[in-house]
Nanobody, 128 residues
Framework: QVRLVESGGGLVQAGGSLNISCAAF????????MAWFRQAPGEKREFVAS????????FYSDSLKDRFTISRDSAANMVFLEMIDLRPEDTAKYYC?????????????????????WGQGTQVTVSS
């Protein structure tokens, strides 16, 4: 059984930084795309960033690419999200996702319907 477990969320002041992690269990995701999404209260879940397995090619939401960095350690079966200059509007639950299928275009990696495996999320709260 595949499990994705996020960690590292918490409360941070505006302008601060936070790193969150996701560990995969039950299966290795060496070549598959892994991604981060987030969902604020009352809002739809939105794409944050994705990273391909073998190539390490990354893809970001345009509005976040200057402040967020996704990375992965395939040997450890983990994916990370570094967030800097955090703002109150970044407050959300952040979810890790891993795909089971090949996603040939970056556009596809931003669609949550293309991910079968999801974590339970980690809460990030940014105070003003």
């Amino acid at each position: 059984q595949v499990r994705l477990v996020e960690s590292g969320g918490g409360l941070v002041q505006a302008g601060g930084s936070l790193n969150i992690s996701c560990a995969a269990f039950g299966r290795t995701f060496t070549s598959e795309v892994m991604a981060w999404f987030r969902q604020a209260p009352g809002e739809k879940r939105e794409f944050v960033a994705s990273i391909r397995g073998n190539s390490g090619i990354t893809f970001y939401s345009d509005s976040l690419k200057d402040r967020f960095t996704i990375s992965r350690d395939s040997a450890a079966n983990m994916v990370f999200l570094e967030m800097i200059d955090l703002r109150p509007e970044d407050t959300a639950k952040y979810y890790c996702a891993a795909a089971d299928i090949y996603l040939p275009l970056n556009y596809y990696t931003a669609r949550e319907g293309n991910y079968k495996n999801w974590g339970q999320g980690t809460q990030v709260t940014v105070s003003s």
